[in-house]
Structure formats: C-alpha cells, structure tokens
C-alpha cells in the first residue's frame, strides 16, 4: 500500500488545484458581459445574419468514423508486423477491438448516419407495376410547355 502513496497524493492534489482553480475564477471573474463579448467571434468579422441550420448529429458520427477507422488501421499495423511475438493474446485484443467497431458502424448505419441526400422513400415492386400506369401518365415530358401539339 506504500507504493501507492505517491500516486493517490497527486490525485488528491490534481482535485484539490482543479476545485481551487474553479472557485477562485468565479470569485474574481469580472461580470460586465456586454453584446460584443458576447457575439461570436469568428476572426474579426462580425455577423451580419444569424446561422442558417446547425449541424446534423449525423455529421459528427461520421466525423467519429473516421476518426475509429483511422484508429484501426494505426492498431493492426504493429500487429501486422509482429504477429508471431503476439501470438493469440494479440489476435483476442484485434478481434475484440475489430467487434466493437463493426458494432458502431452497424449503430451507425442503422441511426442514418451515412443518408446525406434527400430521404427516398421505399417503393413495393408491386405498386410499380400497375394496370393503371400508363407512358402517358407516369413519363414527363420535359421542355414541352408552351408548345403546340404538330399534328
């Protein structure tokens, strides 16, 4: 338990100066908040209108992606090169790893998250075949309007 000492001091002194840290910036915080300190700022150039749409959650899951694909690849590499020194404790830790990353891709795909065009709807194989449609009704014709029929 001695050996430990060491290591719970710091952690009690990483609390103690994170909790001292916290309240002596709120007891000396100036509190004169005005519209400029509070616009964003965005290098120098003020807003002129408001944001048109916030990001989709989307856009950060597959920001998250790339980032897990990025990491996959930099942990198989050494397994790669040494794969006899790892021997099946170093298989365990790649296919542990390679599940748990299927997982959030399949969460990820199941969410929506790679649908970035307009949502299609799902159409029966059966509702596109139809007595009732015919090329006259289903085909558009483009660049006719205004035209005269040229009997």
């Not at 003020?46 to 980032?67: G, K, N, Q």
């Not at 794969?83 to 399949?106: P, R």
């Amino acid at each position: 338990m001695a050996q430990f000492l060491p290591v719970l001091a710091m952690v009690v002194l990483a609390i103690v100066f994170a909790l001292l840290s916290l309240v002596v910036s709120r007891a000396l915080a100036p509190r004169n908040a005005n519209a400029a300190k509070l616009a964003p700022y965005e290098c120098g150039i003020l807003p002129s209108r408001e944001v048109p749409e916030r990001f989709p959650v989307s856009f950060y899951l597959v920001a998250m992606l790339f980032i897990m694909f990025d990491i996959e690849i930099i942990f198989l590499y050494p397994y790669v090169v040494s794969q006899e020194a790892l021997g099946a404790a170093g298989f365990g830790a790649i296919i542990s790893f390679s599940v748990v990353f299927f997982l959030a891709f399949v969460y990820v795909v199941a969410r929506g998250g790679l649908d970035w065009g307009p949502v299609r709807q799902v159409r029966r194989a059966w509702d596109a075949v139809s007595v009732h449609r015919t090329a006259a009704s289903t085909v558009r014709r483009v660049g006719t309007e205004g035209r005269e029929e040229a009997a």
